[in-house]
């Protein structure tokens, strides 16, 4: 629709139908008669709302969303179509990665591809907005979460979240096949206190505006549809109504012309936040916000259109709002076509399967090798461990995603005829875990989701370990459950469930070649698993093609090349720590390790047990130290680093070649380092390549002791690595100076 008809269009609706616009609830309150069903919180909304409701959440199956679409847009009174909308997290029916996974593929193509089958799939079945990319910053394992971050990293969420953007969007438009991305949850629920889920957040306005707001600063730039609001309060103002974050930031200084849209039910709950007197004060300070849409609270249903008639919010704002919303749709092309990208379900494609495949397998990340893998086809080996013949690869986030669509791995050997001996060992979680985690969806035991293995003789089971001789090689797969990652899902504890963790001491105990493969949410508390394996490979959350990755990797079909978007801390009681930490006085000095009186805890190390950025390939690569020059003047300044990569070994593999800056001095205490540039090169042995890496002189702005912007004369360093803590050399210089 052009334009000039779209405001025809706006400047005909009435007040209901423009709050209508500005209300989403579940497909829970529709049948296909698109009839009101169930209440919101206390609230039974009144007729008109779900008549006029601008979007659904979470409806799946195209034949509903398309039986309500019609129905809906036919008793209209301008026939504006309904925008379906779920949350995609990491992909439709055909499952990536976790996004935790995906960032450490440090291969933000591939994470673009996984986005554009997932919009793909999604579109195909009438679903046209997800919520996602989550470009939260977590350096906080406890939280549930982090498994749908990309990381510790500020530049590593916002590339990915570009890339995965994209995906879902296209380049520039999002018509045809695309779907409407939705950046969240802005900002700052990374650093909830503790890591205990949708607790409050405290941080220093510098730490939250330089690092945590990165990467929405970045992906703003990739033009999202929709920001969501975050539950918490940023310096004690919750975010859904917190103007200053909204108009004068989001909408002000980065610029974002889309949708605002609350968290579930996030603007009610300013009433429980103790912020608004009752759900009118709650709707009015969100619409005076900036929030365009009420996801799943009584607030605007129930009071905007008071509000407007009691002139508090004035109807401009309103039409502000609700113009928003319909350009989204018009983007989308629905008003043309209210089913546009419905067709022929497109899922589970070969070629979907091939991208989420190799995203699998770039996501893994090893991080111990002792010689052990890659493992020879024809060697006799044992797998164990729970995972081996569980579909149990995907995640809560993966809510379309079909356990029944996700190949085990004994299929994956037995197809492969691998000769292994498998002893499937434990349950992933003990019946009392089974519990704490509510993991069987509410089910009893035996019909929740380890249903399928209630008859197993768990004594029968273990007694292949007596097999186990101590010159065997056992590849241990092991991990959490779907259910102890996600929303809702922080852990005070990190350890391996604990039948597993006696799994482990059993098998530990008759050989020590284990090959430890974690299926995890989350970065473990893996110390003592890593001290009694001789590999440790990373999986994570992997996917409908988990299982195949896993194998192609052990038996060295392919050369791990993940590398940790999230360190993995030494124990639970270093939480948080990251490679960006803060520069401290008092630091611990390498040549004084036995030094007490410095920032460290006496009993463990300073460093996590596996850094930012760190990852092993089965060959070998040499990385030159940097070399410097400087292009342009003024505020086109640019600096360009360059280092030849190497593959010095004798198999073919890739490095993430990682670029880091430092400030040497400045008037405030600094990051200890910061990610930024990266680039995986893939080569064959023997084989080498220059890199170079642009980077504007805008990027080194920080922000000085009145938060006013530096962005010059201050003495810099430039470190080029394969991790956070491996770095090849390093160059200083300073911008607006001479190197
Ligand atoms: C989550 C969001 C999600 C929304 C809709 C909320 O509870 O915090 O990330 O998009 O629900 O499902």
Not at 59 to 79: C, F, L, S, T, W
Not at 341 to 356: H, N, Q, T, W
Request: charged residues 25%.
């Amino acid at each position: 629709m052009d334009t000039r008809d779209l405001k025809r269009l706006l400047s005909g609706m009435s007040l209901r139908e423009k709050i209508g616009q500005m209300i989403q609830l579940t497909g829970m309150y529709f049948d296909e008669e698109a009839v009101l069903t169930g209440t919101v919180g206390e609230v039974k909304p009144e007729e008109w709302v779900i008549r006029y409701a601008g979007s659904v959440l979470g409806m799946d199956g195209a034949d509903k969303i398309r039986a309500v679409q019609e129905k809906y847009m036919e008793e209209h009174p301008h026939h504006i179509p309904l925008l379906f909308m779920a949350d995609i997290i990491h992909g439709y029916k055909t499952i990536a990665p976790i996004p935790l996974g995906q960032a450490c593929s440090f291969h933000p193509e591939l994470v673009h591809e996984a986005a554009e089958y997932a919009a793909a799939e999604a579109s195909s079945e009438g679903i046209k907005a997800t919520f996602s990319p989550m470009v939260d910053v977590s350096k906080d394992p406890r939280w549930g979460r982090i498994m749908e971050s990309f990381g510790e990293d500020p530049f590593l969420n916002g590339v990915m979240g570009i890339a995965m953007l994209e995906g879902y969007q296209g380049y520039g438009s999002i018509g045809g096949a695309r779907i409407a991305g939705c950046l969240k949850h802005f900002a700052g629920y990374g650093a909830v206190n503790a890591g205990k889920e949708y607790n409050d957040v405290e941080l220093s306005r510098r730490t939250f505006m330089e690092q945590y707001m990165k990467p929405f600063r970045m992906a703003v730039y990739a033009d999202p549809a929709m920001v969501m609001t975050a539950f918490h309060a940023v310096d004690r103002t919750p975010v859904s109504k917190n103007r200053e974050l909204l108009e004068e930031i989001l909408r002000g200084e980065l610029g974002f012309g889309g949708t605002i849209i609350s968290d579930w039910g996030a603007i009610g709950q300013l009433e429980e936040q103790q912020v608004a007197s009752g759900q009118k004060e709650a709707a009015c300070a969100a619409a005076e916000a900036g929030v365009d849409i009420d996801m799943m609270s009584p607030a605007y249903m129930s009071h905007l259109e008071e509000l407007v008639e009691e002139g508090r919010i004035l109807e401009s704002a309103i039409d502000r709002s609700v113009w928003r919303i319909l350009q989204m749709k018009n983007r989308l092309g629905l008003f043309e076509d209210p089913f546009a990208g419905m067709k022929r379900s497109v899922c589970l494609s070969p070629a979907a399967k091939r991208g989420a495949l190799r995203l699998a397998c770039e996501s893994c990340v090893l991080v111990k090798n002792e010689g052990i893998l890659p493992l020879d086809p024809g060697q006799k080996v044992f797998w164990a461990g729970p995972y081996i013949d569980s579909r149990e690869f995907l995640s809560r986030w993966a809510i379309f995603g079909e356990h029944a669509d996700v190949e085990t791995i004994e299929t994956v050997l037995k197809g492969r005829k691998i000769p292994v001996k498998l002893i499937p060992g434990c349950e992933i979680l003990s019946e009392e875990e089974m519990r704490i985690w509510c993991a069987g969806d509410g089910k009893p035991v035996e019909e929740g989701i380890q249903g399928d293995r209630k008859d197993v003789d768990w004594q029968k089971q273990y007694a292949g370990v007596e097999e186990i001789r101590e010159d065997d090689t056992v590849v241990l797969v092991l991990g959490e459950h779907e259910a102890q990652s996600g929303e809702a899902a922080s852990r005070a504890f990190l350890d391996l469930p604990e039948r597993q963790a006696e799994l482990f001491d059993m098998v530990a105990r008759r050989t020590s070649h284990i090959v430890t493969v974690m299926i995890s949410g989350r970065p473990l508390d893996l110390r003592r698993i890593a001290e009694r394996s001789e590999a440790i490979l990373l999986a994570w959350r992997p996917g409908t093609m988990g299982a195949q990755a896993i194998v192609r990797l052990i038996y060295g079909e392919e050369s791990p090349s993940g590398k940790l978007a999230a360190g993995i801390p030494w124990c639970t009681g270093q939480i948080p720590v990251s490679y960006w930490d803060m520069t401290t006085g008092h630091r611990m000095s390498e040549a004084d390790p036995g030094n007490r009186f410095c920032s460290r805890y006496m009993d463990i190390p300073n460093t996590p047990l596996y850094p930012f950025g760190f990852g092993l390939s089965y060959t070998e690569f040499e990385i030159t130290p940097p070399q410097m020059r400087k292009e342009g003047a003024g505020e086109e300044e640019r600096i360009c680093v360059s280092c030849r990569v190497k593959n010095t070994g004798d198999s073919s593999g890739a490095e993430v070649v990682q670029c880091y800056v430092e400030t040497i001095c400045a008037p405030v205490v600094r990051p200890a380092k910061e990610l930024i540039r990266f680039r995986k090169v893939f080569l064959e042995p023997g084989r080498e390549r220059e890199i170079e890496f642009a980077i504007e002189r805008k990027e080194f702005v920080f922000y000085g002791e009145d938060m006013e912007p530096i962005d010059g004369g201050i003495p810099l360093r430039i470190t080029v690595g394969n991790s956070s803590y491996n770095a090849a050399g390093s160059v200083d210089f300073t911008v607006g100076g001479s190197v």
